[in-house]
């Protein structure tokens, strides 16, 4: 994965872990949505697919100031070998803690090497997912967000994009775009409390940039 060249791009990720939008959010979307001019929009498997996510109020938001939305995950040949990975070890697993369990005195040393064994092979699981999720997976969306912009031609020489995603993979995110020389700017729904109603209140602030 290369930087695109000749284009000065610009990505704000909104981090918001469902896909309706109460008042304020809906406020402060529409100030963001107003203050810069977005090519397009890109959502990741936090809103599970596209068909479902075009039923929600923060689609039809963006398709009131028309603007185009895409999914982008990890493809299901990329994911598919390490699903299999997993899937087999943890079978794997399973097969071990029906020995175990069925061992009369678990304290043996024979035992207990089959418990390190289980042990062993659950942090190799762990450690598999965890890199699928978090490391994989925004490597993927990164990549598709940059092939979306090279789609477009060469005719424009800055580009700024909105993404929605959850909260966990924003730093990785941001992280992985930038190292491809994207100018990132993160917005979290963060509480508000105001001090004429003293009530909780959500809005869309700007966090970092």
Not at 22 to 33: A, G, S, T, Y
Not at 73 to 87: N, R, V
Not at 134 to 143: A, D, G, N, S
Request: with cysteine; proline share 4%.
């Amino acid at each position: 994965m290369r930087p695109v060249k000749g284009k000065e791009i610009f990505v704000s990720l909104i981090g918001k872990e469902d896909k309706e939008l109460v008042i304020d959010e809906k406020m402060m979307l529409k100030d963001i949505l107003n203050e810069f001019s977005f090519r397009f929009t890109t959502i990741d498997p936090t809103y599970n697919n596209l068909k479902s996510f075009k039923l929600t109020t923060l689609a039809g938001m963006l398709n009131d100031h028309n603007l185009p939305c895409y999914a982008v995950d990890i493809p299901e040949y990329a994911q598919g070998y390490l699903d299999a990975e997993i899937t087999e070890k943890k079978e794997q697993i399973a097969g071990l803690e029906a020995e175990f369990n069925a061992t009369e005195d678990q304290t043996t040393f024979k035992a207990q090497n089959l418990k390190s064994w289980i042990d062993l092979l659950k942090d190799e699981v762990q450690e598999k997912e965890h890199f699928m999720d978090m490391k994989l997976r925004p490597q993927w969306i990164v990549k598709k967000i940059l092939d979306i912009i090279k789609l477009g031609g060469p005719q424009e020489e800055t580009v700024r994009i909105m993404h929605f995603t959850s909260k966990k993979l924003m730093p990785e995110l941001k992280k992985q775009l930038e190292d491809m020389q994207v100018k990132v700017t993160v917005f979290e729904v963060l509480p508000l409390v105001t001090r004429t109603q003293r009530q909780a209140r959500t809005v869309l602030q700007e966090v970092s940039s």
